[in-house]
T-cell receptor, first 111, second 114 residues
Framework: GIQVEQSPPDLILQEGANSTLRCNFSDSVNNLQWFHQNPWGQLINLFYIPSGTKQNGRLSATTVATERYSLLYISSSQTTDSGVYFCAVESGTGTASKLTFGTGTRLQVTL | KAGVTQTPRYLIKTRGQQVTLSCSPISGHRSVSWYQQTPGQGLQFLFEYFSETQRNKGNFPGRFSGRQFSNSRSEMNVSTLELGDSALYLC?????????????FGEGSRLTVL
């Protein structure tokens, strides 16, 4: 099956710093989503981005499907950005389609 | 509009028991999928239902089952619980089944098996 790798696995930032999280996938995908898992476990949608670039406030994401990677940019980080960031890719067609999650990047933003 | 609702949020069971978890999707969404999250295995796909039909299934034993009702609400059941079933179970809804649908997750049901 498709492999999804995220880097770095862990990241510690000081408040105000910028960061880039990467998601590599081993095969072509139908779509890609980025999520932030909050301390209570809920996965919060950040971006639905099968290709191209999107921005939402301090966050932006770029997916280059032909090169099989996606990047999540966090600018001017805040302590509330702490948590685990997952990318998830959908591959296959019809009833064979499935969502595969990456291993996540654990981000800690300190004062 | 209301988000995805999962109940119960927390529960404790003992080995050998069974458990039923419930998920109410966003109004108008017909696809519901279930995921298991554990520290060792990460997030793994369990199954997806669309219009009351199971469309896809992950690599889990037959002890894990689910169903979807005509109002799109879904339940998953785990029978003969094992210690390794302790996990966060997440449900997601989508307006589109299968490929192409943006997923929205509930807050999860945290199961502890003693």
């Amino acid at each position: 099956g498709i492999q999804v790798e995220q880097s770095p696995p862990d990241l510690i930032l000081q408040e105000g710093a910028n960061s880039t999280l990467r998601c590599n996938f081993s095969d072509s995908v139908n779509n890609l989503q980025w999520f932030h898992q909050n301390p209570w476990g809920q996965l919060i949608n950040l971006f639905y981005i099968p290709s191209g670039t999107k921005q939402n406030g301090r966050l932006s994401a770029t997916t280059v499907a032909t090169e099989r990677y996606s990047l999540l940019y966090i600018s001017s980080s805040q302590t509330t950005d702490s948590g685990v960031y997952f990318c998830a890719v959908e591959s296959g067609t019809g009833t064979a389609s499935k969502l595969t999650f990456g291993t996540g990047t654990r981000l800690q933003v300190t004062l | 509009k209301a988000g995805v609702t999962q109940t119960p949020r927390y529960l404790i069971k003992t080995r050998g028991q069974q458990v039923t978890l419930s998920c109410s999707p966003i109004s108008g969404h017909r696809s519901v999928s279930w995921y298991q999250q554990t520290p060792g295995q990460g997030l793994q796909f369990l199954f997806e239902y669309f219009s009351e039909t199971q469309r896809n299934k992950g690599n889990f034993p037959g002890r894990f089952s689910g169903r979807q009702f005509s109002n799109s609400r879904s339940e998953m059941n785990v029978s003969t619980l094992e210690l390794g079933d302790s996990a966060l179970y997440l449900c997601a809804s989508s307006s589109l089944g299968g490929a192409g649908g943006e997923l929205f997750f509930g807050e999860g049901s945290r199961l502890t098996v003693l």
